[in-house]
Nanobody, 123 residues
Framework: QVQLVESGGGLVEPGGSLRLSCAVS????????MAWYRQAPGKQRELVAG???????SYADSVKGRFTISRDNAKSTVYLQMNSLKPEDTAVYYC?????????????????WGQGTQVTVSS
């Protein structure tokens, strides 16, 4: 059974940085497309960043230039480095195992989600 465990969230001031991690087990991580999604109170869950098995990446316009997704196949872990954080980045962040659309160049969510990690950006 696929399991995803996110960590690294917390409270940070505007302009600060956080690094999220998602450890994955129960699947062959290296062949999976991975992504980070987020959900703010009262809003729908949205795709933040995705990475294909081959290392191609895509980002939401709102985080381009500030967030970087990466993966370590030896550790079965996907990361999200978040810099220049803004209050509007406040949300619960989830990682997801899905697939990659080479037509759109984006991650397509699968049915497995982690428990999420809270990121709060506030002074």
């Amino acid at each position: 059974q696929v399991q995803l465990v996110e960590s690294g969230g917390g409270l940070v001031e505007p302009g600060g940085s956080l690094r999220l991690s998602c450890a994955v087990s129960g699947t062959i991580f290296s062949v999976q497309a991975m992504a980070w999604y987020r959900q703010a109170p009262g809003k729908q869950r949205e795709l933040v960043a995705g990475i294909s098995s081959g290392g191609s990446t895509s980002y939401a316009d709102s985080v381009k230039g500030r967030f970087t997704i990466s993966r370590d196949n030896a550790k079965s872990t996907v990361y999200l480095q978040m810099n220049s954080l803004k209050p509007e980045d406040t949300a619960v962040y989830y990682c997801n195992v899905g697939s990659w659309s080479y037509t759109s160049g984006r991650h397509v969510a699968g049915g497995r989600w982690g428990q999420g990690t809270q990121v709060t950006v506030s002074s």
